[in-house]
């Protein structure tokens, strides 16, 4: 199994330019976690999905923020326009199925530069 | 709501020397608990787990066991490696209803020296 495959791995970009970020889960996994790691803030949930539907997006920090899951095996994080703040490592963990004692999948993550 | 503390870091211990990460926690429902690692440039990846109390997670020499009387999942190690240098998270999986997410702590930095 390759694991939760993340994309691009680094990324550095401009003030006021758009920013994709990719994720393809473990295959089989019915729930996709967006994480946002920073020194300042720590480890911080963004955004659930379970089955590709949308559970719990308070963690979204502003409508810069969209995330969408079109299909099982594939889900993005887009920030437009992007700003400085939004530097940090994204990551993106799968899990099989919505039981509390369930494991969690990171990806490698995705570390965003904004300048 | 659920919560997460664990111990300040950094940590900085010498090789062989006995380790000690306190967690507590504070939940409404049954939790299960975990401790994930992080190493340097790398995504987080479980260590170990416990689902009931006083269950006992042990993973690669680490063990944490799940003290409900004192909500506590404090990790040991009797033998640190300079290899288990990392950052280390607890986590608990709340009971939100029927889909469970986790919260994590602020995380504890490990150097291992040799």
């Known amino acids: 199994d390759a694991g939760v495959i993340q994309s691009p791995r680094h990324e550095v970009t401009e003030m006021g330019q758009e920013v994709t970020l990719r994720c393809k889960p473990i295959?089989?996994?019915?729930?996709l976690f967006w994480y946002r790691q920073t020194m300042m803030r720590g480890l911080e949930l963004l955004i659930y999905f379970n089955n590709n539907v949308p559970i719990d997006d308070s963690g979204m920090p502003e409508d810069r923020f969209s995330a969408k899951m079109p299909n099982a095996s594939f889900s993005t994080l887009k920030i437009q326009p992007s700003e400085p703040r939004d530097s940090a490592v994204y990551f993106c963990?799968?899990?099989?199925?919505?039981?509390?004692?369930?494991?969690?999948?990171f990806g490698p993550g995705t570390r965003l530069l904004v300048l | 709501g659920d919560s997460v503390t664990q111990m300040e870091g950094p940590v900085t211990l010498s090789e062989e020397a006995f380790l000690t990460i306190n967690c507590t926690y504070t939940a409404t429902g049954y939790p299960s608990l975990f401790w994930y690692v992080q190493y340097p440039g790398e995504g987080l990846q479980l260590l170990l787990k416990?689902?009931?109390?006083?269950d006992k997670g042990s993973n690669k020499g680490f063990e944490a066991t799940y003290r409900k009387e004192t909500t506590s999942f404090h990790l040991e190690k009797g033998s640190v490696q300079v290899s288990d240098s990392a950052v280390y998270f607890c986590?608990?999986?709340?009971?939100?209803?029927?889909?469970?997410?986790?919260?994590f702590g602020k995380g504890t930095l490990l150097t291992v020296n040799p």
């Open positions: 416990a689902t009931k109390a006083d």
């Open positions: 295959s089989g996994h019915n729930s």
């Open positions: 986590a608990l999986s709340d009971s939100g209803g029927s889909n469970y997410k986790l919260t």
């Open positions: 963990a799968s899990r099989p199925g919505t039981g509390r004692e369930e494991t969690q999948y």
